[in-house]
């Protein structure tokens, strides 16, 4: 199957900065659109930034400005820099991936999701 492994999640001072890495591995056969969720105590799951398999990117609105989302093809790696970091940015950050296959399906992948507080 797929796999996608985060990292880089961590605790940081307000005003700091962390870089969130996911990688895929498995039987994948192309990358669609790759996207960073994030779900705080008590919250649903929102979108945080996407990369679309394009070179096209979007953000939530309360990220725009702090966060940045990159993706390397060759390695199969997304990233997300998250500067600026405020203590409502305090979650579990998740990877998201809709990867096509190598039996050429199209489906959607989650990583186990990296927790990310933000405190003094």
């Known amino acids: 199957q797929v796999q996608l492994v985060e990292s880089g999640g961590g605790l940081v001072q307000p005003g700091g900065s962390l870089r969130l890495s996911c990688v895929a591995s498995?039987?994948?056969?192309?990358?669609?659109?790759r996207d960073w969720f994030r779900q705080a105590p008590g919250k649903q799951r929102e979108l945080v930034a996407t990369s679309a398999s394009g070179d096209s990117t979007d953000y939530a609105d309360s990220v725009k400005g702090r966060f940045t989302v990159s993706r390397d093809n060759a390695k199969n790696t997304v990233y997300l820099q998250m500067n600026s970091l405020i203590p409502e940015d305090t979650a579990v950050y998740y990877c998201h991936a809709q990867v096509l296959t190598v039996d050429h399906l199209w489906r959607d992948f989650w990583g186990q999701g990296t927790q990310v507080t933000v405190s003094s």
């Open positions: 498995g039987r994948i056969y192309s990358l669609g659109a």
